[in-house]
């Protein structure tokens, strides 16, 4: 029912409009409703995080139709929603191309990701270069590809499960499942065939155990992984596990064991000044230790690494919904990569050569691309605490420009300055 006044026309429900009927009431209403209106007037603007993450408010509370009095003057029902027929002909489109065998291997590609699988395949790598055991070609290429296949399968699954999702951001619409290029059966197939010939490959032709932790990393990536990234900020860590097991995937290739017991115990190798024995024992690198390094180093540089990522491409993740750290708070995300970057500096210097995986010499010599981590994660902090302008967050997280931060070569600021004028 429309309630009119000299001043003011509302909408107002049955409850509202009895008690706004009489005039007195009324007179008494207008300064609360005045001081409503200017301080719904200077409002302010809905932060980046609850734009996308809070609409749900406004669907709370069921709308009840009979809850509004019907008016005593007829309003006329709105018009019918019409649309007006496409304007683009028909022969504007272009029909998609069949899936010759080139196409479809590059639709395959496309799925595993294979640039990325590419990486996953050379952290195992570095595995089976530390390990100190031997490994025969044969093992060495199994290892490549069974990792391969298991990192194929895991991307494939989890760009299945995100169709709708990775349909509404700029640089994930164009994957071959969103633009139909290629089925959700034919993918299932696919992620499926690797899935099981990877594992299977692993499991015959190196040890159960790289079998059983490929098979444990497609669950874990398609599977939990892929299920929290829209329900809790905790997908990043999953996602680190994941990471960070490839390295020991390479490690037990060799036949190298994971965790210690009386056979096999945890072995330290001090510093020479501090060591009875000039010569270490070279085998006695094979011990768990050295696997926990290998973990803790991959499993530890993914965050500067990713947290930069995922701040340059927040507004993607918020649009899809998922729940990241640099959607909810950017300025935790940025604490969470320097956290690391400094976690960093001890797992360089102290751990990877106590478990001997290395010489000491590389505790000082790891500290100098440990220093440039440490820069750039303060430069993410100061731009996820409002401090710096987002020109800050470096494109490339783990990189640097060596010439700069070594002096050969000097920032031109004219361009600096006309860059930030664009």
């Not at 009927?21 to 980046?48: E, M, Q, V």
């Not at 196409?103 to 590609?109: C, E, K, N, Q, W």
């Not at 444990?216 to 829209?230: D, F």
């Amino acid at each position: 029912m429309q309630t009119v006044h000299p001043r003011l026309t509302l909408n107002v429900c049955a409850r509202c409009h009895s008690w706004l009927s009489t005039s007195r009431s009324f007179s008494r209403a207008r300064p609360s409703l005045k001081r409503s209106l200017s301080t719904a007037s200077t409002a302010k603007p809905l932060n980046f995080t609850s734009y996308f993450f809070h609409n749900e408010r406004w669907t709370s509370e069921p709308y009840h139709s009979d809850a509004i009095v019907s008016p005593s003057v007829a309003i006329p029902p709105p018009p019918r929603m019409s649309y007006p027929p496409p304007t683009v002909p028909l022969t504007a489109y272009k029909d998609v191309p069949a899936l010759t065998p080139s196409r479809l291997l590059t639709v395959y590609s496309q799925l595993s990701k294979s640039r990325l699988s590419v990486l996953v395949v050379l952290t195992a790598m570095s595995g089976v270069a530390l390990s100190p055991l031997h490994a025969s070609v044969p093992v060495l290429l199994s290892t490549a590809l069974g990792t391969m296949l298991c990192s194929a399968s895991a991307n494939t699954l989890n760009q299945i499960q995100e169709i709708p999702f990775d349909a509404q951001m700029a640089r994930t619409r164009n994957r071959p499942l969103v633009r139909r290029a290629i089925s959700p059966v034919h993918a299932a197939g696919f992620a499926v065939a690797t899935g099981i010939s990877g594992g299977a490959l692993l499991w015959t032709m190196v040890n159960p155990i790289t079998a059983i932790l490929g098979v444990s990393n497609i669950a874990l990536y398609a599977g939990l992984y892929t299920w929290m990234k829209r329900r809790t900020i905790w997908n990043t860590w999953v996602g680190a596990v994941v990471g960070a097991l490839p390295p020991l995937m390479g490690w037990t290739a060799c036949g190298g064991q994971l965790l210690p017991s009386a056979s096999y115990p945890i072995a330290t190798f001090l510093p020479s000044f501090l060591s009875a024995s000039s010569v270490p024992d070279l085998m006695a690198i094979d011990n768990p230790l050295a696997a926990f390094a290998l973990f803790m180093l991959l499993f530890s540089w993914q965050f500067p690494h990713f947290n930069a990522l995922s701040h340059l491409v927040r507004g993607s993740y918020a649009q899809a919904g998922y729940r990241m750290l640099s959607v909810l708070s950017p300025s935790k995300n940025a604490l969470v990569a320097l956290r690391h970057a400094v976690l960093m500096t001890g797992i360089c210097s102290v751990l990877i050569p106590l478990s001997g995986l290395t010489t000491w010499a590389f505790a000082l010599t790891s500290l100098v691309p440990k220093r440039g981590l440490r820069q750039r994660s303060v430069e993410i902090l100061e731009v996820g605490r409002g401090e710096a302008g987002e020109d800050r967050v470096p494109s490339q997280p783990v990189g640097m420009d060596w010439g700069k931060w070594l002096g050969i070569t000097e920032d031109d600021e004219d361009e600096d300055l006309q860059g930030s004028q664009l």
